[in-house]
């Protein structure tokens, strides 16, 4: 007889029990907060011993899943009474940013979304929708500013506008931009530059899209493009340019003024195949990445070749048509491996200047 009136509780009396003992034995447990790449995952430096090294690798991002984040309370009770949410994951990563409070936004051009990383707290997010039912086609560019996000769309021909919740603002440059492939902030007068390469020029906007003006013409001359890919902004504001079938990159003085270039056509060291994502570190050093080299070479500040990392191959380390590059304020380089379905963080041990 006892058992029998145990089981003729109230409705829903066994999920309020199970419930409850999941509270109590999640209580006290948040998010973890604590950086991801830390600590090397595997002991590759560049370049190989014995030289000194420095260039380390720290780790890879492919989706949600790396963050490995430990689940409040709150949210492993949703998952029991509604299951979980599929995990986000990179499709075809093709550009990177970070901002200042380690935020990583990934440009997923075949998943048409804008993935969110956030590397202290490891919380993720993806968005990808404009006014209405329209959504992103194919990003491939971005650019943080402050609190907005800027992503070139290459299939809408068009500048997308997001804060960085994801949160949509607005658009502009469709009446411009005819395949716009690569996109740069400066901080200092609130320039937006952004690279249409079918145009063979460099647009420039201010931060609510109102243009400016525009910088060359299609020709191998200084200051000329051919197929322009992606670009961006080193501390001092200077414009630098992937003048990917012309094989070089060009820098410009924040005026505009052509300053040089450097980089040629050829399989030697310093030249290239294929240049694609461009960045610079807190020392003016220069990562190009190589979608036929599958590699990352850095230049000095002069354009002067120093050294290169990775080779063809999935392993950490290698690339499978790398595109974007960034360089945070720590000097930690990540480069958008895009075939490889992932982003690739690695860390500038000292200035590669230093001998």
């Known amino acids: 007889m006892a058992a029998q009136r145990v089981g003729k509780g109230k409705p829903g009396t066994r999920l309020l029990g199970l419930v409850a003992l999941l509270l109590v034995a999640m209580t006290g447990c948040g998010p973890q907060r604590f950086d991801p790449f830390e ?6 430096v560049w370049p190989a011993p014995p030289e000194q090294p420095r260039i380390t690798y720290l780790g890879a991002v492919t989706g949600e899943a790396d963050m490995e984040r430990s689940r409040s309370w709150l949210e492993g009770v949703g998952e029991l009474l509604f299951g979980k949410e599929p995990l986000g994951v990179l499709v075809s990563p093709y550009a990177v940013a970070v901002d200042s409070r380690g935020l990583m936004f990934v440009a997923d051009s075949a998943g048409a979304a804008i993935h969110t990383f956030d590397l202290r707290t490891r919380d993720y997010r993806q968005f990808s929708s404009l006014l209405g039912d329209q959504k992103l086609q194919r990003p491939v560019g971005l650019a943080v500013a402050d609190t907005r996000l800027y992503v070139i769309d290459s299939v809408l021909r068009q500048v997308c506008v997001f804060r960085k919740d994801g949160g949509f603002i607005g658009v502009f440059g469709r009446e411009r931009l005819e395949r716009p492939a690569g996109i740069a902030y400066r901080p200092s007068d609130g320039s937006l530059y952004v690279a249409d390469a079918a145009r063979h020029v460099i647009q420039v906007f201010d931060r609510e899209g109102n ?3 525009s910088m060359g013409s299609r020709g191998v001359g200084p200051g000329q493009f051919n197929f322009p890919t992606h670009l961006c902004v080193d501390l001092s504001g ?3 340019v992937s003048d990917t079938l012309n094989y070089r990159v060009q820098v410009f003085a924040p005026d505009g003024q052509f300053l040089r270039l450097f980089g040629r056509q050829g399989d030697r ?3 290239f195949a294929y240049p694609c994502g461009v960045a610079v570190d807190g020392f003016g050093n220069v990562y190009v990445s190589d979608r036929q080299f599958e590699n990352v070479q850095v230049f000095g500040p002069g354009g002067q070749i ?6 063809e191959g999935n392993d950490p380390g290698e690339f499978w048509l790398p595109a974007g590059v960034f360089v945070d304020s720590r000097n930690r380089i990540y480069v ?3 075939y490889n379905k ?3 963080v690695f860390s500038l041990l000292e200035d590669t200047r230093n001998d």
């Open 211 to 213: 243009f400016l003006h």
């Open 269 to 271: 060291p310093g030249n």
């Open 39 to 44: 600590s090397p995952q595997a002991a590759l």
């Open 238 to 240: 200077r414009l630098y």
């Open 336 to 338: 958008a491996d895009c």
């Open 306 to 311: 120093l050294m290169a990392f990775g080779q």
């Open 342 to 344: 992932r982003v690739q």
